[in-house]
């Protein structure tokens, strides 16, 4: 591994290789398209790894996501955002090259889509079944309609379906809460589906959260699913019961630039601006920001959950360790640390280095 002196987000290749492959399988086996969403690697290089499992299609969070990754030769794209009108244009010149599919969830996107798409463009609407942050209610299907009637006036418009995502499953307490809620967000697009199948027979359900895809077993009426925290995977997920500590693929390595005894801290170059600010609720009742990992004697060694990321600030993080664990980190040392949530690290990192070495770039930053 290349020489690390500043915080640098290391991602293990071959664990994310693993996770790839799993989630590759468990959609061949329930037939459904598997459509990873890209938002959580931002990175051209890792994509490729996706085409080592057959995936041919992908989903972004953003316009300049999507015309990144068309550039890179991405050619059929799922928008997994609400239609920004602004960037019509965009949208337009995108369309015209590659097979892109938008989200609608309200007429006034709908009209301006009607008014001005000249090439062909795949629409799904957007189904709120519980996360309520953006989507048409599953029971207003008086607003379906009307958005549906406003795509059909562009003949270069193509009503797909309905798509979710299930957003809240990760706000669960348990793995019954996820079942519970994906299986809920399950009948409510089948309903949807049964309804307007008659007019629209190729009409698709398409899901998307990494913890259902993860743990869930039915998926019966799912033509595709999107998730893509699932890559990396991350503390938060791991504390859902979602993934093992061994599939979280990704660590920020950072220096120890201070210690206090009198406090049972450590400080290391790495603050909020590299790691983020999500946090979890630790053992002790605490807020954590981030596991620990250290090297003992050539061996790598995941500290118990009382020794974890206390505080962040911009560029400083502070460790808080048990005191038998103080005199295990030197000033110089290089400390991992397991991230809450690696999709926001990572879009934070803006770069990688893999385990054996290779630097990956991410998306440009403008």
């Not at 040392?333 to 990572?346: F, G, R, Y």
Request: with cysteine; charged share 20%.
């Amino acid at each position: 591994m290349a020489k690390i002196i500043r915080p640098t987000l290391v991602v293990d290749k071959e664990v994310c290789l693993r996770n790839i492959e799993k989630m590759a399988q468990k959609a061949a086996e329930h037939k459904m398209r598997f459509r990873p969403h890209f938002k959580t690697h931002q990175s051209a290089r890792i994509a490729e790894w996706f085409k080592l499992f057959g995936v041919d299609a992908i989903t972004v969070s953003s316009v300049r996501m999507a015309e990144y990754f068309a550039a890179n030769s991405w050619t059929d794209i799922t928008l997994a955002f609400p239609v920004n009108i602004l960037e019509i244009e965009n949208i337009n010149r995108l369309a015209a090259n590659i097979k892109l599919n938008v989200l609608v969830e309200n007429k006034e996107a709908a009209t301006v889509l009607a008014e001005k798409i000249s090439h062909p463009l795949g629409v799904y609407l957007e189904i709120d079944t519980g996360y309520n942050r953006t989507g048409i209610s599953s029971s207003k299907t008086n607003t379906m309609n009307s958005v549906i009637n406003l795509i059909s006036k562009n003949t270069k418009l193509t009503f797909k379906g309905f798509l979710t995502h299930t957003g809240h499953t990760y706000e669960a307490k348990s793995t019954n809460e996820i079942f519970s809620r994906h299986f809920d967000a399950l009948l409510k697009l089948r309903s949807l589906k049964q309804k307007y199948i008659k007019d629209f027979p190729n009409i698709e359900i398409s899901m998307g959260d990494t913890p259902s895809a993860s743990i869930c077993t039915t998926f019966g009426g799912v033509d595709e699913i999107r998730p893509g925290n699932f890559a990396f995977y991350d503390l938060m997920q791991q504390n859902l019961g979602i993934c093992k500590m061994e599939d979280i693929a990704v660590r920020m390595i950072c220096p120890v630039v201070s210690k206090h005894l009198s406090r049972n801290e450590i400080v290391v170059y790495g603050g909020a601006v590299h790691i983020s600010k999500d946090s979890i609720i630790n053992s002790n009742g605490k807020k954590m920001y981030g596991r620990i990992v250290i090297r003992k004697n050539g061996e790598k060694k995941l500290l118990g959950p009382l020794n974890y990321v206390s505080n962040l600030s911009q560029e400083h993080g502070t460790l808080k360790v048990t005191q038998n664990q103080f005199e295990n980190f030197q000033v110089g040392d290089l400390v991992e640390i397991i991230p809450v949530h690696s999709c926001l690290t990572a879009n934070l990192s803006g770069y990688y280095q893999t385990t054996d070495g290779e630097m990956i770039k991410m998306m440009p930053r403008y």
